[in-house]
């Protein structure tokens, strides 16, 4: 006995609805998607921009920029060390997906 496996194009709703979930849609535009992707392509690729911006920002926030002049007296703040080892992994991986750009 042989066994026809088909899918009844279940494997492009699964993308479908990993693509609007990632764009955080709800499951009444799933159809919508499969239809005309290109405004949720738009989208997405806007939400992209909008995250490397703020990935640069978070980066030239971390660095000593030329327009910056250090203060005369440095402020002193305590903080934890763990507090400071958190610091410092997140300026790590910021600048790591800055180089990956």
Same mark, same amino acid.
């Given at each position: 006995?042989?066994?026809?496996?088909? !899918?009844?194009?279940?494997? !492009? @709703? !699964?993308?479908?609805? @990993?693509?609007?979930?990632?764009?955080?849609?709800? $499951?009444?535009?799933?159809?919508?998607?499969? $239809?005309?992707?290109? #405004? %949720?392509?738009? @989208?997405?690729?806007? @939400?992209?921009?909008?995250?490397?911006?703020?990935?640069?920002? $978070?980066?030239? $926030? *971390?660095?000593?920029?030329?327009?910056?002049? #250090?203060?005369?007296?440095?402020?002193?703040?305590?903080? !934890?060390?763990?507090? %400071?080892?958190?610091?410092?992994?997140?300026?790590?991986?910021?600048?790591? *997906?800055?180089?990956?750009?």
């Amino acid at each position: 006995m042989t066994i026809i496996e088909h !899918d009844f194009g279940k494997k !492009d @709703r !699964d993308k479908v609805r @990993r693509f609007a979930q990632l764009l955080s849609l709800e $499951a009444q535009h799933e159809a919508k998607v499969l $239809a005309n992707p290109i #405004p %949720y392509l738009e @989208r997405a690729t806007e @939400r992209i921009s909008q995250l490397e911006m703020a990935l640069l920002e $978070a980066s030239n $926030a *971390a660095n000593f920029t030329l327009g910056e002049k #250090p203060a005369s007296e440095p402020e002193k703040v305590e903080i !934890d060390k763990a507090e %400071y080892e958190r610091l410092l992994r997140c300026k790590t991986l910021v600048e790591n *997906a800055i180089k990956k750009l």
